[in-house]
C-alpha cells in the first residue's frame, strides 16, 4: 500500500503538524478530522489548500496530487456579523 | 502540544429535550500559560513547551477550576473559561439558538469531565510542532506612549496613526457593508518585559470575501492569501490581529440623520469571537472594531479594540504612535 507523509501549517504558520503513514485512497475530508484533533482547533468548519487551491473534501490524497513531502495549509471558513451578541 | 489526560465536554439542555455536547479545548490556555512564561524569560521561546497537562481542579465535588501546566510551568483558570464558551455555543448553535428563542428561557448547561483514552495502537499519525512566538526583544521607542496601558497591564497595544487612519477612512466610506483587513506589525517585548504589540499596517482582506451590511465572511483561501501578501512584503512584520467594521443599522442613511442618533454599535459579537477564536487565537492576536458611536456621525467612526486576557476575549485599551 502507497503511504505519503505530509506537513499541514495552520495559516498564522504557527505550528505544524506532521501526518506520515497516510494512504493515496485517504480522503481530504478523514485528513481534515486527523489534522483537526492533532491541532485541537474549535469545531468551527476548516479546509485544507494545496497549491492555492481549496481541496474538495470527497477527493482522495492521489487525486489532488498530493506527494510526499508537500506542505499544504489548513485555515478555518468563519463570517463575522453584528447581530449575535451575549 | 498534546497529552490532556483529561477531555472536558460542555453540555447543554433545554426544556423541550434538546440535548447537545461540544468538547472545551484549551489552546488559547495552553499558549497563555506559555507565552507568560516566555516572556518571563522561564521557558525558551523555541516551541517546543512541552509536556503539556491539563487536569480538572475540584471544590466539593464540582469542577472549579482547570490546571494548565507547560513545560512545568502552571496556571489555574477559572469556571469563566466554561461559562464563556457555553454562552457562544448557546447562542451560534442553531438548535440551542432556537430553543432560546423559542422556550424563552435558560439553557441549562454543565461540564463533564472524562479521563482521555490512551490512543488505540497505531492510529495516531501526526505529530504537532509549534514555532516560536513572533517576538522582537527591542528597546522600542516608537510603538506608543507609555501611559496607556492595556487592561492586562502586562501588554499595551499601540496602532500607528497612519494605521488608524486608513481604517477610520474606510470605516467612513463602506455605510452599507461590512470590510476587514489583517492588522501587521511587530509583537515587542520592552527592557522592562512588558509586551507591546505595536500594529503599523493592514492587508486588505480581498480574495473569496463576502460581505454585507451586517456579516463578513472569510473562506479559507481568503487567510493564506493574505499571508502570501505578507510574505511578498519580504518584511520582519506579522500578522498580529484583524480589524473589522460595524456599518450603522439604516446604512448611508445614517448620514440624514442630524444630529446624530445615540446609536451605537461598535462591540464585540459572538460570531466575532468565533472568527477570533478560530483564526486568531494567539495570546498577544487583537482584533479592532470600527462603526458608528452614540452621538457620532457614521463617517466619524469609533473603534475599540478587543484581545486575549488569561484565555477570555475582553476588550482592551490602545493608544497610537
New interface residues.
Partial sequence: MQTLTIDVTDWSRSQVAQLSDLPVEMTIGELLDEVHEAMSLPREPYHLLFDGDKLNRSATLEETGVQSGDELTIAPEVSAGQFSTV | M?GQSHRFFLKFQAPSGVVHE?EV???SLIHDVAFSAVCKGQLPNDGRWEPVRVEPQWADGKLDAVLISVAGRSDTYGRAIFRDRA??II??KPTLNDALANEKTKIRWWVEVRKAQSEAGGR????????AYPLLSLDCHDVGPQRTIGVDDSSLLAVSESLLRELLEESAESLDR?R?DFLVGHLVQERDGRIVVSLRSRIPASTEVDGSL???????????A??QALAARASDEV?LGWH?N?PPPCGRECLMTVPACGTE?V?F????R??H????D?PYMVALVS?KGAGRRADDPLVRAYGWRRGLIREMEWSTF
Fill in positions: 498534546s461540544e479545548h484549551f489552546n454562552m457562544e447562542h451560534t495516531r499519525r501526526a505529530s504537532v510542532r509549534h514555532r461590512e476587514a451586517v456579516h463578513f465572511a472569510f473562506s479559507a483561501r481568503t487567510f493564506q493574505a499571508q500578522i473589522h460595524h454599535n462591540m459579537s459572538v460570531d466575532d468565533v472568527v477564536r478560530s483564526a486568531f494567539r462603526g
